[in-house]
């Protein structure tokens, strides 16, 4: 038999289980403690290590605690954002895009800036030697891509292969899906898969720090500009806090403190700038609010 009483105490147990002590006002949330995610894009332990001037500047400037949190997966990190349990986060544009589709009220407030721009490409490599020497040779072979919800690392690069070399990862080529964008440029070094894509700032991070030997990869084409990474916040926090977070990330400056997020500086970001993701999300025929 159902018991209602039971239950509730179940779900009111669980819920517990997911808070934080909040101060709780018309004006919103003022959590003591603030979550802050990173997206999951490289070896956890390595983001949170690269982290940690980040979490002393935020728990300077904002006299929070800070908590650093690096999820297992894209869809883990936008169920985290849907359901509260971190209040900033570190999106990639499409995951974003995503997200925003889940929880339409948390709120894109900067974005990265690289070489003076906000914006970046997907690169598409290949084993130097291999069987690809040109987007046209992916066709019958396997081409490696990170997360599914990933823009650099797997939506731009197969609209990309699409439009540039009609190939369509349905028919034409066989998509193999290793998560993380290290993990596709090491598989593709190694010629476990004979090609592969990956955000192109991030191969050029790991060829500068040694983790990837850039002399047995081959480039073979860039997309298009994308839309940096978004900082992203929870849209119910007090909006004192909020205007808080927003400058302390756009009058961000310490060098050692940017260089976690790959980027000089951050700029003032808004939804409608990722537009351009859920148009080619469309180019797929992908429906967002599926995935």
Same mark, same amino acid.
């Given at each position: 038999? #159902?018991?209602?009483?039971?239950? +509730?105490? %179940?779900?009111?147990?669980?819920?517990?289980? #997911?808070?934080?002590?909040?101060?709780?006002?018309?004006?919103?949330?003022?959590?003591?403690?603030?979550?802050?995610?990173?997206? @999951?894009? $490289?070896?956890?332990?390595?983001? *949170?290590?690269?982290?940690?001037?980040?979490? /002393? &500047?935020?728990?300077?400037?904002?006299?929070?605690?800070?908590?650093?949190?690096?999820?297992?997966? &894209?869809?883990?990190?936008? $169920?985290?954002?849907?359901?509260?349990?971190?209040?900033?986060?570190y999106f990639g544009p499409f995951s974003y895009v995503l997200a925003k589709s889940r929880?339409?009220?948390?709120?894109?407030?900067?974005?990265?800036? /690289?070489?003076?721009? @906000? %914006? &970046? !490409?997907?690169?598409?490599?290949?084993?130097?030697?291999?069987?690809?020497?040109?987007?046209?040779?992916?066709?019958?072979?396997?081409?490696?891509?990170?997360?599914? +919800?990933?823009?650099?690392?797997?939506?731009?690069?197969?609209?990309?292969?699409?439009?540039?070399?009609?190939?369509?990862?349905? %028919?034409?080529?066989?998509?193999?899906?290793?998560?993380?964008?290290?993990?596709?440029?090491?598989?593709?070094?190694?010629?476990? =898969?004979?090609?592969?894509?990956?955000?192109?700032? *991030?191969?050029?991070?790991?060829?500068?720090?040694?983790?990837?030997?850039?002399?047995?990869?081959?480039?073979?084409?860039?997309?298009? @500009? *994308?839309?940096? &990474?978004?900082?992203?916040? !929870?849209?119910?926090?007090?909006?004192?806090?909020?205007?808080? *977070?927003? !400058?302390?990330?756009?009058?961000? %400056?310490?060098?050692?403190?940017?260089?976690?997020?790959?980027?000089?500086? #951050?700029? @003032?970001?808004?939804?409608?700038?990722?537009?351009?993701?859920?148009?080619?999300? /469309?180019?797929?025929?992908?429906? =967002?609010?599926?995935?």
């Amino acid at each position: 038999m #159902f018991d209602r009483r039971s239950f +509730a105490k %179940t779900v009111a147990a669980t819920l517990l289980s #997911f808070s934080l002590p909040l101060s709780v006002s018309a004006q919103g949330k003022d959590p003591s403690r603030l979550r802050v995610a990173l997206l @999951p894009d $490289e070896n956890a332990a390595t983001l *949170i290590q690269n982290a940690q001037p980040l979490k /002393e &500047y935020l728990q300077d400037t904002l006299d929070k605690d800070i908590e650093i949190i690096v999820t297992t997966d &894209y869809s883990s990190m936008i $169920e985290a954002m849907r359901f509260g349990r971190i209040e900033v986060a570190y999106f990639g544009p499409f995951s974003y895009v995503l997200a925003k589709s889940r929880a339409p009220e948390i709120e894109p407030f900067a974005v990265g800036v /690289e070489r003076g721009s @906000p %914006t &970046y !490409q997907s690169v598409l490599i290949a084993t130097k030697d291999g069987p690809v020497n040109e987007l046209a040779d992916v066709r019958g072979e396997s081409f490696g891509f990170g997360d599914q +919800a990933s823009t650099s690392g797997h939506l731009v690069p197969r609209a990309h292969l699409l439009k540039a070399a009609g190939l369509d990862g349905e %028919t034409d080529y066989n998509p193999v899906h290793l998560g993380t964008h290290d993990a596709v440029a090491r598989a593709v070094q190694t010629g476990q =898969i004979p090609a592969g894509a990956l955000s192109k700032p *991030i191969l050029d991070s790991l060829i500068e720090s040694g983790t990837v030997d850039g002399s047995k990869i081959v480039e073979l084409d860039l997309s298009d @500009p *994308i839309p940096n &990474y978004p900082i992203v916040m !929870q849209g119910d926090l007090n909006e004192e806090l909020k205007d808080s *977070i927003r !400058q302390a990330f756009l009058d961000m %400056t310490d060098d050692e403190v940017l260089r976690s997020f790959r980027v000089e500086a #951050f700029a @003032p970001a808004s939804d409608t700038d990722y537009d351009v993701l859920r148009e080619t999300a /469309e180019i797929l025929n992908l429906d =967002i609010g599926t995935l």
